[in-house]
C-alpha cells in the first residue's frame, strides 16, 4: 500500500462526516455544495480563496517516526534544579486509564452535572487532598499553574481589604511566581514590596503577603509569628507550598495561613517541559465566595440521593463580566485528576513515604557534602540543598549530564524527588568526593514536623493495589458522558476525538520528563516543534509573529491586552485605557480588559446578533483619546460573521485603538480568512478546540497570541537581534516564534519564553 493511501486512510478514519451526511446536511441549509455554503456565509471582503501554504500532511507511521526523531533531540539530564518542578513516577495505570484514556481526556467542561459524576467525583478527591495537606477549609478544582495561583491568592485579599494597596512578596519566593506578581499587580494599581520576611514591617495600607514554604532555595522557616503580626494589623497571608512536602512538615493552615497555593506537578504529573499542570488554591471557608474558579459540591437530587456538582464559580467571567475580578474560567481538570488519583492510590502511608525517603536522601547528601568541605548555605530543609559550588563545579556536573540550579553568586541549589535512585545519589556523592553521611545537620526540627493526619477518607484507604484503583476509575469513567461514548454538542472544545497518533507523543520520555528550566541547549526538539507550529500558525491566521507563552485562553487575552498597552506607553499615550466590548464578546473578554487596568465600554448589537456600527462609531469617537483596544470574538458568541468587521477594525484604528480579536473560533474560519488580513493587531487561538490538545474535562489548553509586527518588540522575548546567541540566557526556555515580515512569512528566528508559562 503506498504511503498516500495511508494517509487518506487517516483522513477516511478521523474526518467524521461521510459524503451522504455532508450531502443531508448541506440539503438542510439548502446549498449543493460547500463552496456555496462558505460563499454564503464568510463575508466577501475577507474570504481568502489562496490555499494555505503549509507542509503536506504524514502517514500516522510517518507522523510517529518524525515526531520520535524530533524527540530525540532533546537531552534529559537527570535534573536537580527544583524551582517547583521535579521528576515524579507517573503511576502506570494512571498513565494508560487516566492520561492516555478517551474515556478522561475527551470530556466537556462538566457544566452538566448529571452526565459528569465521575468526573466531578474525581475532582471532589483533588479538593480533599488538598485541604487536608494544606491544613485549609476549603479548595477549589484547580487552576492554571501556581504562579497564577499566587496572583489569584493576591488579588483575592485585594479584595477583603479595598481600602490597601501594598502587598510584600518573600524574596526566597520562585523567581517565575515572582514575575507574574509584578505583571498582575502593576495595572491594577497595588504596590508589590520585595522583601526577606524576617526584616518586613506591617503597616495600615498593608494588604498582606506570599511567603514560599519550603523557599526557593529549600529553607524551612517557622512563619507563625509572622502571621501573628499580619493578623494583628488585619493583613493577609498567602502561601505557595509544596503539597509534598506537607505531609511532613506543619501545614500553612496550622500556622495561620488565610490563603495557600501551589502546584500539585509532582504529584504524578510529567514536567513536559513547563506544563500544562494543575495548581491548587485553598483558603478559608468565610473566602469562599471570593475564590476564583471552581469548587465542587456534594447536594442531593429530586429524588433524595446524593449527587455532585460544580457549587461555585461566583468569580467567573460568565456572571460578573466586566465587574470580575478573575478571569479565570475553566481548570486542568485532566492534571487535576492525575493527581488526586496518585494521592487515591498511594493513600496517606504512601505520600508520607514517597516525602521521608526524598528527605531521607537530601540529609544523607546534605550532611557528605557538609562533611566534604562544601558551605551549606541552609540546613532547615526538606528536599533542595543550596551550598557553595562555583563556576567550575556546575560545568562538571553538565559534563556528566546532570542539572543543578545555578544562583549566579557562586551558589548551587540541588533538589531531590521520588525519581532519585540509590544509584543517583551514589553517582551525586561520588561526583562532589563525598561520603555518605546522615547526622542532624538537616533534620526538620520538632516544631515544624507535622502531627496532624490527612488523607483519612476512605477513598484513599481502600484503592492501593492496581486492581482495586483500575476497578475505581473504570467505574468513575462510566459515570461520564465522553466522546468514548457519543457526540457532545456543546461546544467547538467537543466536537473532536483527538486521534490516537496525535497523543503519543505527550507521554514519549524526551516530551514528558524535561525539565522547564533547563538549558535551552537540551531542548533542541522542543524549539523544532515551537518553530514549526509558530511558522504555522502565521501562514493560517496572517500574524507575522507568535509567542506561546500563555497557558490558556485566558491568559492569551491578558497577555494580548498587555501588549496593546505597552504599545500605547511606548508613544506617550499612558492615557489610552478604554477598551470597547461589544455584547457578544467571550465573557473573558471584559474581565481580563478590567485586570490589565482597563475600563470596559460596551458597545450594542443588533436583533440579529450583529455589532450596531452606529453605536461602535459613536462610543469609538467619545472615547477617541483615550481608546486602547476593541475586543471582538469572531465569529461571535452569536455565532455571526460580522459583515462589516472590516469597518469595524477600520473605525477602531481610526480613533487611536488596536484590535484584540479573539481566537476561540478559528475552526469556522480555517483555510476561509485570516484575522490579520481583515484588520486584527492581535489575537489569541485556544488549541485545543482546533487542533490535537485533548479537552480533558476542562483542560488542559493553551492560549498562544500572534500579532502584527508592530506589537512583536513588546513580547518579553523579543529582541532586535536577528542573533539568538545574543540573547539573555537568563531569560528561560525557548517558546517564541517569528515569521519576519519581509513581504512574506517566512524564515523563523528563535524567540524566547519565560518556561513558567504564564503572562
Known amino acids: 500500500m503506498t504511503q498516500t493511501s495511508h494517509k487518506n486512510r487517516f483522513l477516511r478514519r478521523h474526518i467524521g462526516p461521510s459524503e451522504n451526511e455532508i450531502q443531508d446536511m448541506l440539503k438542510i441549509c439548502e446549498v449543493s455544495f460547500l463552496e456555496e455554503l462558505i460563499e454564503d456565509i464568510i463575508p466577501k471582503s475577507i474570504l481568502d480563496t489562496i490555499s494555505l501554504k503549509l507542509k503536506a500532511g504524514e502517514s500516522e507511521h510517518g507522523l510517529l517516526k518524525e ?28 498513565l494508560r486509564n487516566i492520561l492516555e484514556n478517551p474515556g478522561w481526556y475527551t470530556q466537556y467542561t462538566p457544566y452538566q452535572a448529571e452526565i459528569s459524576q465521575g468526573r466531578l467525583e474525581a475532582l471532589l478527591n483533588f479538593q480533599t487532598m488538598v485541604c487536608d495537606l494544606t491544613g485549609m477549609e476549603i479548595a477549589n478544582a484547580s487552576l492554571l499553574d501556581e504562579s497564577t495561583a499566587a496572583a489569584e491568592a493576591m488579588i483575592l485579599i485585594a479584595r477583603v481589604s479595598p481600602k490597601r494597596n501594598t502587598f510584600f512578596v518573600a524574596s ?56 501573628n503580626l499580619a493578623h494583628e494589623s488585619e493583613s493577609y497571608i498567602a502561601v505557595a507550598a509544596d503539597l509534598l512536602s506537607l505531609a511532613i512538615l506543619k501545614p500553612p493552615g496550622e500556622w495561620g495561613a488565610d490563603v495557600v497555593v501551589g502546584n500539585t506537578q509532582r504529584f504524578g504529573v510529567p514536567m513536559g517541559y513547563g506544563g500544562p499542570h494543575a495548581a491548587f488554591f485553598a483558603t478559608h471557608k468565610k473566602f469562599e465566595r471570593k475564590i476564583p474558579g471552581r469548587i465542587i459540591g456534594l447536594s442531593k437530587d429530586i429524588h433524595g440521593n446524593p449527587a455532585l456538582r460544580m457549587a461555585l464559580q ?26 488526586g488519583m496518585y494521592a487515591v492510590y498511594h493513600g496517606p502511608k504512601g505520600i508520607r513515604k514517597i516525602a521521608e525517603e526524598i528527605h531521607r536522601k537530601t540529609r544523607v547528601l546534605g550532611s557528605a557534602l557538609k562533611s566534604a568541605g562544601y558551605k551549606m548555605v541552609h540546613n532547615h530543609v526538606f528536599d533542595t540543598l543550596r551550598f557553595e559550588g562555583g563556576k567550575e ?18 551558589t548551587l541549589g540541588l533538589s531531590l524527588d521520588e525519581t532519585v535512585s540509590e544509584n543517583n545519589l551514589n553517582d551525586l556523592l561520588n561526583l562532589f568526593d563525598a561520603k555518605p553521611e546522615n547526622d542532624d545537620s538537616f533534620k526538620i526540627p520538632n516544631h515544624l514536623i507535622r502531627t496532624s493526619g490527612y488523607l483519612e477518607h476512605p477513598v484513599f484507604n481502600q484503592h492501593h493495589s492496581e486492581t ?28 473532536k476525538l483527538n486521534a490516537t497518533t496525535e497523543m503519543i507523543g505527550v507521554t514519549m520520555p524526551k516530551f514528558a520528563c524535561l525539565h522547564p528550566f533547563a538549558p535551552k541547549e537540551q531542548a533542541e526538539g522542543y524549539r523544532q516543534l515551537i518553530e514549526e507550529l509558530g511558522e504555522q500558525l502565521c501562514e493560517i491566521s496572517g500574524f507575522t509573529h ?94 455571526v460573521f ?64 500572534g500579532v502584527k509586527a508592530h506589537l512583536a518588540p513588546f513580547f518579553s522575548w523579543w529582541s532586535s537581534s536577528p542573533n539568538p546567541s545574543t540573547r539573555n540566557p537568563s531569560q528561560g526556555s525557548e517558546g517564541g516564534t517569528c515569521c519576519k515580515d519581509s513581504g512574506s512569512r517566512q524564515g523563523l528566528s528563535r524567540a524566547r519564553k519565560y518556561a513558567c508559562a504564564t503572562a
Open 546 to 639: 507568535y509567542s506561546f507563552q500563555p497557558n490558556s485562553g485566558a491568559q492569551g487575552e491578558f497577555a494580548g491586552l498587555k501588549l496593546i498597552s505597552a504599545f500605547h506607553q511606548s508613544r506617550g499615550d499612558e492615557n489610552r485605557t478604554v477598551c470597547l466590548i461589544p455584547s457578544s464578546a467571550h465573557g473573558t473578554n471584559p474581565a481580563s480588559a478590567v485586570m490589565t487596568g482597563m475600563g470596559v465600554v460596551i458597545v450594542r448589537c443588533d436583533e440579529n446578533g450583529n455589532i450596531d456600527l452606529n453605536d461602535l462609531t459613536q462610543k469609538a469617537e467619545t472615547n477617541r483619546n483615550q481608546l486602547a483596544a476593541f475586543m471582538v470574538t469572531y465569529p461571535s458568541t452569536h455565532g
Open 67 to 94: 515526531l520520535q526523531t524530533i524527540a530525540d533531540k532533546n537531552q534529559v539530564f537527570q535534573s536537580y534544579i527544583g524551582m517547583g518542578y521535579y521528576g515524579t513516577l507517573t503511576p502506570t495505570v494512571i
Open 314 to 339: 461566583t468569580r467567573e467571567q460568565h456572571i460578573r463580566r466586566e465587574r470580575a475580578t478573575s478571569n479565570i474560567c475553566t481548570a486542568q481538570v485532566l492534571l487535576a485528576i492525575m493527581a
Open 468 to 495: 482495586e484503583i483500575l476497578r475505581y476509575m473504570y467505574r468513575l469513567q462510566q459515570k461520564d458522558l465522553s466522546l468514548a461514548t457519543s457526540m457532545i454538542p456543546l461546544g467547538s472544545c467537543t466536537m
Open 393 to 410: 563545579l556546575f560545568k562538571k556536573t553538565m559534563e556528566h549530564q546532570i542539572n543543578l540550579r545555578n544562583y549566579e553568586d557562586g
Open 642 to 705: 460580522e459583515e462589516q468587521i472590516v469597518d469595524i477594525c477600520r473605525i477602531i484604528h481610526d480613533n487611536g485603538g488596536q484590535v484584540y480579536l479573539d481566537g476561540a473560533n478559528l475552526n469556522a474560519m480555517m483555510g476561509l480568512c485570516k484575522p490579520a488580513d481583515f484588520g486584527a493587531d492581535v489575537c489569541h487561538i485556544n488549541l485545543h478546540k482546533t487542533f490535537c490538545i485533548p479537552h480533558g474535562g476542562g483542560g488542559p489548553g493553551m492560549g498562544p497570541i
Open 172 to 227: 526566597d519566593c520562585h523567581p517565575q511566581t515572582i514575575a507574574v506578581l509584578k505583571t498582575r499587580a502593576e495595572p491594577i494599581g497595588i504596590k508589590l514590596v520585595l522583601e526577606d520576611p524576617e526584616h518586613f514591617k506591617f503597616s495600615d495600607e498593608t494588604l498582606g503577603g506570599l511567603l514560599q514554604y519550603p523557599a526557593t532555595d529549600g529553607k524551612i522557616c517557622d512563619y507563625s509569628s509572622l502571621c
